[in-house]
């Protein structure tokens, strides 16, 4: 059985490794004897393994080998292999007092990095992140007006360029992940809309490793976010989750639903925000009425308690302190919309958890037995008997996070053939 739903798929594909004699395991050796490997089992165990240390940041190898089912000379073999390739580290046993002989401790490397870019109205954010999701680096670079597609790549392309030397010394930089607020077809890295950016048909993607020299991917920021939250947040280990973010801009969401980040064909999938809640309700950009990110709206919270935009924890305090029955009223309206398009959720997906994230997380917290009974009065009662509705943790690192996984993914799937490739460039 295996700890998380990421590994599902990499376990159908699993088979016993069989070492061969001829493997050369000694040092400096690996690389080239592993390169070009013809042994599917061993390449899938690898990137099997390298996934398991990064998305949970560290692992005895008896902890890896009990939840592989590999046994632990085939763990060893590998993890050294992994060692040789500088992926993971390995350290003394945490645990002083364990029986028989120590089960070394397995880290991912913190020299492999990814980095991370995140447009938005008023800033960029580029990032600098190690395998196992720690932030190194977060640089944000505001704008004075909105950006276009061209100029935050040039922003990007300037900071990263910026760093370039601190980064040659000291990472092995993997890529480059984008997370965009707006409908992206990952395949290609094509912004198709991002409507708050007054972005259509961009190839940041492109644009940016022709900058950079990176290898650059581009996807939907709230199903980066469901994913970064569904492996290092409030949903690791859930193979059913439903991950809902309210911003300055909008509501973003996505989809894991049995382990999987459902992407739909072309990568629009989970677009939340565009759930139908009100029949009278207000004209949305998407060309409908009465989406849910027409009704429930971080803007309507700020102006009714006199704040200026600012921080979250400033936007909860003030809702919890308030007092005021128009507040309180504005609250419950608004989680009476969020109610309706998450009983639909409920219905559809039956999730384990809803993950609540940015104003969302604070408009809950104002008031979560209002949300809770809702949810569970207009759902159907078996499905709404299984859900719990929990706040998001990974809080300003997220995007940072869920955008390096992007970057992170190639070389999960195929750790040798993947430095390989970066290595011929
Ligand atoms: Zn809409």
New binding site residues.
Partial sequence: MFPSARYSLASKRIDILKPKKQDGLGSGSVMSNTANDPDPARRNNLALLLSMVHHRKVLSRVQLAKQTGLNRSTISTLIAQLVALDLVHETAPSGATQVGRPSPDVHPSESIAALTINPEIDAITIGLVSLGGNVIKKIRYETERIPSAQEAVSIAAAVIAGMRSELDANYRIVGVGIAVPGLVTPADGVVQHAPHLGWRNEPVAGMLAASTGYPTQAANDASLGAEAESIFGAGAELRNLIYLNGGASGIGGGIIADGKLLSGISGYAGEL??TFVRTDGSP?????RG?L??EVQQSRLLELLGLNGGELGQLEEALIAAERPDAQAEVERQLGYLSIALRNAVNIFNPGVILLDGFLSVLYAAAPAVLDSLLSSQSMSEPAGQVRVLRATLGSDLMLIGAAELAFAPLLMDPVGFLNSLAKG
């Fill in positions: 925000g565009h949305c950009y998407c060309g409908a989406c990110e027409t």
